[in-house]
Structures are given as C-alpha cells and as structure tokens.
Nanobody, 116 residues
Framework: QVQLVESGGGLAQPGGSLRLSCVVSGSIFRFNTMGWYRQAPGKQREWVAD???????NYADSVKGRFTISRDNAKNTVYLQMNSLKPEDTAVYYC??????????WGQGTQVTVSS
C-alpha cells in the first residue's frame, strides 16, 4: 500500500507564509513526479505545482513567484512553501503521487485559510 500523509495546513494572514509537507510510503517516491492540487468551495480543482524525479518543477501561473515545491527523497517527503499568501489561496490542498500518468495516489487534503 502507498499512503500519503500531509501536514502544515492552517490559518495565515494575507502576506504570510505556510509550509505544507507530504510524506509518502514506499520506495517508489524517488522515481515519480509529485505535486499539489487545491480546491476551493464552489470552484473546480486547480493544479498548483509538481516536481519530477530529477527535481524539475512546474507551477500554475496563479502561484508563480510565491510558491516553491521541493522534495527530499531521503525523507520521502515533498514540500510546498507558500509565501505572500492571498485570500484566493484559501482551499483544501491535496498532495499527489503521479504513477507515470497512469494513475495517482492522493493525500487526505489539508485546509489552508488565508484571512485577516
């Protein structure tokens, strides 16, 4: 079984920062792309960022320059550093493991709320 366990969600003020973490079980972590999606109430699920096995990254335009995705293969962990947070960043954030585009494993989701 593959399990993804997230942490780091919570409440932040506009302009503040949060760091999300996602720990994945199994040895497949280092060979697969991982990333983050988010979904706000009443909105479609939005892809946020991903990071490949070689460390290359991609970001949605809405978070470029503010969010940074990284991974630590030794710890089987992917991170999402979120800076300069905006109220529109409020959403449930989901970590995923990309099984070569054929299927995905998902985390449980963690709530991020940005409000003054």
């Amino acid at each position: 079984q593959v399990q993804l366990v997230e942490s780091g969600g919570g409440l932040a003020q506009p302009g503040g920062s949060l760091r999300l973490s996602c720990v994945v079980s199994g040895s497949i972590f280092r060979f697969n792309t991982m990333g983050w999606y988010r979904q706000a109430p009443g909105k479609q699920r939005e892809w946020v960022a991903d990071i490949s096995s070689d460390g290359s990254t991609n970001y949605a335009d809405s978070v470029k320059g503010r969010f940074t995705i990284s991974r630590d293969n030794a710890k089987n962990t992917v991170y999402l550093q979120m800076n300069s947070l905006k109220p529109e960043d409020t959403a449930v954030y989901y970590c995923y493991l990309d099984m070569s585009g054929s299927s995905y494993y998902w985390g449980q989701g963690t709530q991020v709320t940005v409000s003054s």
